[in-house]
């Protein structure tokens, strides 16, 4: 289930803006969607923070709904379904420990030998076989690095975003000594998630290519989480607008400079700040991922 959906399943009284065009974010037309729900800010707050908990698989969105959490039953069958497909002949903790380290790292550049030495494994070749088959079973997408004409730069390290909250969060449930993922962490791949599916669905093919979204670098080395990536509109080809994941409702402007210097404009994902003064628009994370569904 999408934000859109689940808002829709679980508080229908909100009401949810139209989507847009992910070139056209920053339109009159989405400028028009945000400014009527602008006093009710809080309440899809913590509605994208539900969400970011249980996720969007339709049982777990029934169990956190009726009991305030997902079972644990649930969580092992999540399990119990990745393990089958990424690492059937290892421990019965290798996939939680593996989606945990993944969590951990989300918002960075995967390093793999730093991570299957954490995970105590014998090579960086048995963590890129766990890492392809988790892509293969669509738990996972690839964010690459993209130059400024939007190709993937060749050598340069990946970020890898767990495809729906619950997977993070799955092995503290099962294993309750493994550490709760971060909510800036899952507040960042959820929107990544939803700008690749949009994507996929203008230009279907992308996801299982890798070619959906990319994360930037600005001159200074500071990062651009969704750079502006090529995608089709019914005229001819666009770029999607470039988005910076900044869960926090205060200390945004920095990163709207970056923004305004590298691309002239683009999106702040904020926690629940709505400011459309800027070039760099300021938007609540879960407002822009109804925008992209």
């Given amino acids: ?20 065009h992910p070139s056209m974010l920053q339109s009159h037309s989405a400028k028009q969607e945000l400014r009527p729900i602008n006093f009710n800010l809080d309440a899809y707050d913590l509605a994208w923070q539900d969400y970011l908990i ?47 380290e993944i969590a951990k790292r989300m918002t960075s550049q ?3 030998t730093a991570t299957s030495q954490a995970l105590g494994y014998a090579s960086k070749e048995a963590l890129t076989t766990r890492v392809t088959r988790l892509i293969n079973s669509h738990a996972a997408l690839r964010c690459h690095q993209r130059n400024d004409s939007g190709y993937v730069v060749v050598g340069a390290q990946s970020k890898l975003y767990l495809t729906d909250p619950l997977l993070a969060w799955c092995p503290a449930i099962v294993s309750p000594g493994l550490p709760i993922p971060d909510f800036t962490k899952l507040s960042e ?3 990544g998630i939803a700008l690749a ?8 093919g992308r996801w299982v290519a890798g070619d959906t979204i990319g994360y930037a670098r600005t001159g200074s080395g500071n990062e651009i989480d969704f750079a502006p990536i090529r995608i089709p509109t019914a ?10 994941s900044k869960w926090v409702d205060d200390g945004w402007r920095a990163g709207a400079k970056s923004m305004k210097a590298k691309y002239g404009h683009g999106i702040i ?3 629940s700040l709505l400011d459309l003064d800027y070039p760099s628009w300021a938007v609540p994370a879960p407002l822009l991922a109804l925008l992209l569904s």
């Fill in 189 to 191: 791949a959820a929107l």
């Fill in 110 to 112: 995967l390093n793999i």
């Fill in 54 to 100: 249980c996720g969007g698989f339709p049982r777990a969105v029934f169990e956190h709904q009726r009991h305030g959490r997902v079972s644990e039953a649930y969580a092992r069958d999540i399990i119990a379904w990745l393990r089958s497909d990424v690492d059937p002949d290892a421990p019965l903790e290798s996939v939680p420990l593996l989606l945990a």
């Fill in 235 to 244: 005229g001819g080809s666009t770029t999607t607008t470039p988005i910076e």
């Fill in 197 to 204: 599916r949009v994507i996929d669905n203008l230009d279907e």
């Fill in 269 to 271: 994902a904020t926690k």
């Fill in 1 to 20: 289930m999408t934000f859109r959906d689940y808002l829709q399943a679980t508080r229908p009284e909100l009401p949810r803006p139209a989507s847009v």
